[in-house]
């Protein structure tokens, strides 16, 4: 498993994340399995969030209670967790309350006494990063939170957090896969008046900032074929684009979620790509992908297959 140091922080973390969004109703034994193959796949970098789970916290509250970690195999762990979401408003909050009341949740349901990574948990219109500002500055000082970040946010909400807030922003959790990459599509065709693909939305520019930033962009839903609609692989819908990996898989010796990991990794901005699965061979299959060295040409291939215009 490719390793790398994220920016801004001592954290030497993996290109695949196991996210943990659907554990909830798995049992313990359930649970140990999927971490353990995470693991044995080099992936040692756990993603959460407040609302995963039935109820607030019941992820993050099944996690401890299947892997009962000890001190030594809690540091063995990078523990992110994301707050802001509130999902009986529906509405966002990033004040200071909700924010600190979260993480205090967090820290209790994880059963640890510090969380590696925070997030805001998609943009709040309201926020006053000011409150933001000094929620952060309280669990750092206190060692509850090591390092923060954001998710789903734009250049400019981004710009609009440091420009109060004292921590670096180390991270931005964004939707990316082969068939939903308008953020990596939209520079492609720059200027291309005629295509859709070259409108700049939400600030424009998320994959270059973040870059210029040293801000470790983590993929989320790596293999959905678009919103939460139904994944793209062996999808009739992506005939073309399903061959052009099966092909790769083949000549790679890999399985067709390495490619699509692959395809992720790739990019020299140095992504994460977040796991939701649950199945074991399918974290196993993923992860590998990190390893496979896509050409320039096979990239832009499966980009093409994908539907994606480029001149």
């Known amino acids: 498993m490719k390793q790398f140091t994220m920016p801004h922080t001592e954290i030497t973390a993996p290109?695949?994340?196991?996210?943990?969004?659907?554990?909830?109703?798995?049992?313990?034994?359930?649970?140990?399995?999927?971490?353990?193959?995470?693991?044995?796949?080099g992936i040692d970098f756990m993603d959460?969030?407040?609302?995963?789970?039935?109820?607030?916290?019941?992820?993050?509250r099944r996690f401890?209670?299947?892997?009962?970690?000890s001190p030594a195999e809690r540091d063995e762990l990078t523990i992110q967790t994301k707050a802001g979401i509130v999902p009986d408003g529906p509405y966002f909050d990033f004040s200071y309350e909700h924010i600190?009341?979260?993480?205090?949740?967090?820290?209790?349901?994880?059963?640890?006494?510090?969380?590696?990574?925070?997030?805001?948990?998609?943009?709040?219109?309201?926020?006053?990063?000011?409150?933001?500002?000094?929620?952060?500055?309280?669990?750092?000082t206190a060692g509850k939170v090591l390092h923060f970040g954001v998710s789903n946010h734009t250049p400019r909400q981004i710009d609009l957090l440091k420009k109060h807030v004292n921590q670096p922003i180390v991270a931005n959790q964004l939707q990316l896969s082969i068939t939903h990459s308008t953020i990596v599509a939209q520079g492609?065709?720059?200027?291309?008046?005629?295509?859709?693909?070259?409108?700049?939305?939400?600030?424009?520019?998320i994959v270059d900032y973040c870059r210029l930033n040293d801000i470790t962009i983590q993929a989320w839903s790596p293999f959905q074929a678009g919103f939460f609609d139904g994944v793209f692989l062996g999808n009739d819908d992506y005939a073309e684009l399903n061959a052009v990996i099966d092909r790769l898989a083949a000549q790679y010796d890999v399985a067709p979620e390495a490619i699509a990991t692959a395809w992720?990794?790739?990019?020299p901005a140095q992504m994460q790509v977040v796991l939701g699965t649950t199945t074991p061979q399918r974290v196993t299959d993923s992860a590998a992908g990190a390893d496979v060295p896509l050409t320039r040409a096979e990239w832009y291939e499966l980009f093409r297959a994908a539907g994606w215009k480029v001149p």
């Open 15 to 41: 290109q695949v994340v196991l996210g943990l969004m659907r554990i909830a109703e798995k049992t313990d034994e359930e649970i140990r399995t999927l971490v353990g193959a995470a693991r044995d796949a």
């Open 64 to 69: 401890a209670q299947a892997l009962k970690l």
């Open 100 to 140: 600190i009341e979260s993480v205090e949740g967090s820290l209790k349901a994880l059963d640890t006494d510090r969380i590696d990574i925070l997030l805001l948990h998609r943009p709040d219109a309201l926020v006053e990063p000011e409150e933001v500002a000094r929620a952060f500055d309280e669990l750092h």
């Open 188 to 205: 492609v065709a720059m200027n291309m008046q005629a295509e859709s693909q070259s409108v700049t939305l939400d600030g424009g520019g």
């Open 48 to 60: 959460h969030a407040d609302v995963y789970g039935g109820q607030l916290h019941e992820c993050e």
């Open 264 to 267: 992720i990794t790739r990019h």
